[in-house]
């Protein structure tokens, strides 16, 4: 059975920081590309940073370059995303996914809520 478990979210003030976790298992994690997307309320789902399956190349979105670093640990098949220098407007729920090389197989997690707020 699939499972990607998120955790690591709450409320943090401006400025502060977070480390997102998110713990998988049953498929070969070491195989997939693993990303971290973000839904904020009333708006879409969006790519905030991905990890090739050897850590290789990272990718992450515009609004988070210098801020956020996503990295792996594939002995523990957990993906991690650290977050500094939180601002408001990075309030939303924070998913995991990994994606097979091959674009057959991708599985989500439940998500976490990170609120940034004074």
């Known amino acids: 059975q699939v499972q990607l478990v998120e955790s690591g979210g709450g409320l943090v003030q401006p400025g502060g920081s977070l480390r997102l976790y998110c713990a998988t298992s049953?498929?070969?994690?070491?195989?997939?590309?693993m990303s971290w997307y973000r839904q904020a309320p009333g708006k879409e789902r969006e790519l905030v940073a991905s990890?090739?399956?050897?850590?290789?190349?990272?990718n992450y979105v515009n609004s988070v370059k210098g801020r956020f670093a996503i990295f792996r640990d594939n002995a523990e098949s957990t993906v991690y995303l650290q977050m500094n220098s939180l601002k408001d407007e990075d309030t939303a729920v924070y998913y995991c996914?990994?994606?097979?090389?091959?674009?057959?197989?991708?599985?989500w997690g439940q998500g976490t809520q990170v609120t940034v707020s004074s």
């Open positions: 996914r990994a994606e097979d090389g091959f674009g057959i197989y991708n599985y």
């Open positions: 049953g498929f070969t994690f070491r195989h997939y590309t």
């Open positions: 990890i090739s399956s050897d850590s290789s190349r990272t």
